[in-house]
């Protein structure tokens, strides 16, 4: 990702309106992804996720891709959302002209919570003694991870990118945030939250155990390089994801076996 800019042109959609500027929030390889109030909810935003065209491509071919790349996007949402996954309510799309309107999510990426929780932690997690900190909050965190992405498989979808900036912490509201003030609370805070599962543009439904595994195996990975000082954690995020989810013993086993070729392929280079 680069930084944010306004350079660029905003679909026209996004240009209909005369009081409000869209705001530019990340601008990737592919796509960039824009903040605008909700033509649908008055006082409600909205994302636009936009594909724009890529001079270096065929036209035709790159509008066929584009339109295919935000169909199978909002389709694999659209089935998320119907079966109660938590992701964002797809709320309008124009696939040939490269742009879904999807559900503003408020909050953090797991990420950020997860590493305002870990704050100065010394980098060696070996020389921090555990048995003087609860830890039931992120370990919560962590199985409300394992519970969403238990419920994606359910639902035949394998997520393709999943990652703790690919998941959003929307806030609870205040009365059942956890209370108190000072340092611990303040934590407490940062990992309190539904999670919210984004950026499907890699998705696919598949029941397959293999592509589950593979997907589990990519969130570890992200996990442990991600978050190195929780990496003993991440087992709650298993744990979690087989109560939720009936065929995960399936998939665990396989995972065993997608981690071995992980480890062969890091060993020949
Ligand atoms: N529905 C949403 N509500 C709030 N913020 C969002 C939402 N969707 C995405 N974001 C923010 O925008 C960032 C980029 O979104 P996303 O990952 O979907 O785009 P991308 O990485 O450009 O997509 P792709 O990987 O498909 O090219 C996210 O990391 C997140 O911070």
Redesign the pocket.
């Known amino acids: 990702?680069t930084e944010p800019t306004t350079e660029f042109p905003p679909p026209k959609i996004l240009t209909l309106s005369p009081t409000h500027k869209p705001i530019l929030?990340?601008?990737?390889?592919?796509?960039?992804?824009y903040?605008t109030p909700s033509p649908i909810q008055p006082n409600q935003f909205?994302?636009l996720?936009y594909?724009p065209p890529k001079p270096y491509r065929h036209p035709i071919l790159d509008a066929r891709l584009t339109k295919a790349?935000i169909s199978s996007?909002a389709k694999v949402l659209d089935r998320c959302y119907r079966e109660g996954v938590p992701v964002?309510a797809v709320l309008a799309k124009d696939a040939a002209a490269g742009w879904m309107m999807?559900?503003?999510?408020?909050g953090e990426?797991v990420r950020v919570g997860i590493n305002t929780w870990l704050g100065e932690r010394p980098e060696d997690d070996a020389v921090v003694d555990h048995s003087q900190q609860d830890e039931t909050p992120l370990i919560d965190l962590m199985k409300r991870i394992g519970v969403a992405v238990g419920a994606l498989h359910r639902t035949g979808v394998v997520h393709g990118?999943l990652t703790t900036?690919?998941m959003?912490l929307r806030p609870w509201a205040d009365d059942t945030l956890p209370n108190g003030h000072g340092d611990k609370a303040e934590k407490a805070k940062a990992v309190a939250g539904d999670v919210?599962v984004?950026?499907?543009?890699?998705a696919m439904q598949s029941q397959s155990d293999e592509d589950r595994a593979v997907d589990l195996y990519v969130l570890e990975r992200a996990f442990a390089s991600t978050h190195p000082r929780a990496e003993r954690l991440f087992h709650h995020i298993l744990d979690s994801y087989r109560v939720a989810f009936k065929k995960a013993p399936g998939v665990l086993h396989k995972l065993e076996d997608v981690r071995m070729r992980g480890r062969k392929r890091s060993m020949l280079g």
């Open positions: 990702m929030i990340t601008q990737g390889a592919e796509g960039r992804l903040k909205c994302a996720k594909r790349r996007e964002p999807i559900e503003w999510i408020e990426p990118d900036s690919n959003m919210v984004i950026d499907f543009g890699l």
